[in-house]
């Protein structure tokens, strides 16, 4: 069983903003390029899950007007990291303090007071374990969400020592990644 971790593309925000679970809108013509060329990758069969997001929904609908088998399914187990108080604030503009105490429990500590990376792999491991046990999946999600599952795959439900155990890698916009199911260990 193969697992496609397909990013959604260029989001419309001004760049270096903290935007995770804002719902903004993807660029319209990225998002028609970006399910152009994975469409035809993509078996008919598979299961086609998306983030509750705008951005991600827009590239669900993109693939499925271009393969009308894959109907997209909605879970917001597949969202974006909710960054609280910082969603829509420039990266630059967070205190040094916030990162600092992020950093210190990079684990536990919920950034911008809502949701912590513990609490994302939590949930991006609950959806792992629901995926159908037969048929390749995709899901059109989020830089987090897919540094989840590769931590995940690394390490299981470990905690994370250091913020340096954080998968740094993700596909760019309207990218993929693909894992064979097999590989997956979700301890």
Not at 25 to 53: E, M, N, V
Not at 88 to 94: F, K, R, S
Request: net charge negative; aromatic share 10%; glycine share 6%.
């Amino acid at each position: 069983m193969k697992l496609w971790l397909v990013r959604h593309a260029q989001p419309l925000i001004k760049p270096g903003l903290c935007y995770g679970q804002l719902d903004v809108a993807a660029d319209a013509i990225a998002t028609q390029r970006a399910a152009q060329a994975i469409s035809p990758l993509l078996p008919a069969s598979a299961t086609l899950y998306c983030s509750g997001l705008l951005r991600a929904r827009q590239l669900a609908k993109a693939i499925h007007d271009q393969r009308k088998t894959l109907l997209p399914k909605i879970d917001v187990r597949l969202n974006e990291m909710n960054f609280g108080i910082w969603e829509g604030i420039a990266w630059d503009d967070t205190p040094k303090t916030a990162f600092d105490t992020w950093t210190a429990d990079f684990d536990q500590h919920r950034f911008g007071g809502v949701e912590g990376v513990r609490d994302l792999l939590l949930r991006v491991h609950q959806a792992l374990h629901e995926l159908p046990a037969v048929g390749d999946a995709i899901w059109i999600t989020h830089a987090g969400v897919i540094r989840a599952v590769n931590y995940l795959e690394r390490y299981g439900l470990e905690t994370i020592a250091t913020p340096e155990n954080w998968p740094n890698e993700a596909p760019a916009f309207g990218l993929w990644q693909c894992l064979e199911f097999g590989q997956l260990e979700t301890r």
